[in-house]
């Protein structure tokens, strides 16, 4: 069975920061692209960042650029998102998801991801 399991998401004051977690199982991990989306309500999902299958540096959306980092570590099977300066607008539900065989033109598009995690709050409230 596959599952992608993200936590680490909370409640914290603008300008401070989180690290999400998302543990993956049930299929082979270092074969896949990973990313984060993020969906506030009303919204439609947004791309937020992804990493290749080996690791290294990730690519961001221009709304997160400098202040997230995306990370993985293929050993554990786990991708993370280290998000520092927080801002009110980035209150959202934050999902990971995994794709194989994805191009960069298509990496922000939902619909080319094969697996979903459950999602994991962050609200950034004073």
């Known amino acids: 069975e596959v599952q992608l399991q993200a936590s680490g998401g909370g409640e914290v004051q603008p300008g401070g920061s989180l690290r999400l977690s998302c543990a993956a199982s049930?299929?082979?991990?270092?074969?896949?692209?990973m990313s984060w989306f993020r969906q506030a309500p009303g919204e439609k999902p947004e791309w937020v960042s992804s990493?290749?299958?080996?690791?290294?540096?990730?690519i961001y959306a221009d709304s997160v650029k400098g202040r997230f980092t995306i990370s993985r570590d293929n050993a554990k099977n786990t991708v993370y998102l280290q998000m520092s300066s927080l801002k009110p607008e980035d209150t959202a539900v934050y999902y990971c998801a995994a794709g194989a065989n994805l191009i960069l033109s298509s990496i922000a598009s939902a619909l080319r991801y094969d697996y979903w995690g459950q999602g994991t709050q962050v609200t950034v409230s004073s």
């Open positions: 990493i290749g299958r080996a690791g290294g540096a990730g």
């Open positions: 049930g299929f082979a991990f270092s074969d896949y692209t």
